[in-house]
């Protein structure tokens, strides 16, 4: 079974910065896609940012410019760094992860168990 270990979040000022990690553990043979979902009180968890195997990146219009997602294709981790960061990116952050456990099935998609990111004015 493979868990997804997010670390990092914390309490950050306007305008400060906070980096993100997500470690798998468990069988894993491949990691697709990984990404980055945040989801605040009262609102849809949302897309922050995603990359494929290939390195192709995908963010939410919100955190262009500001935020950076990055992988470890050898230790299979994934990273978020956020910078200038806004009242607004306050929310629970969840990594996901497209894994291959072995080559005899396909990829199942696993969530970690969110992290807080809270930015204060």
């Known amino acids: 079974q493979v868990q997804l270990v997010e670390s990092g979040g914390g309490l950050v000022q306007a305008g400060g910065s906070l980096d993100l990690s997500c470690v798998p553990t468990?069988?894993?043979?491949?990691?697709?896609?990984m990404g980055w979902y945040r989801q605040a009180p009262g609102q849809q968890r949302e897309l922050v940012a995603q990359?494929?195997?290939?390195?192709?990146?995908n963010y939410h219009d919100s955190v262009k410019g500001r935020f950076t997602i990055s992988r470890d294709n050898v230790q299979n981790i994934a990273y978020l760094r956020m910078n200038s960061l806004k009242p607004e990116d306050t929310a629970v952050y969840y990594c996901t992860m497209d894994v291959q456990a072995t080559d005899h099935e396909g990829y199942r998609t696993y969530w970690g168990q969110g992290t807080q990111v809270t930015v204060s004015s």
């Open positions: 990359m494929t195997r290939g390195l192709v990146t």
């Open positions: 468990g069988s894993i043979l491949r990691v697709y896609t």
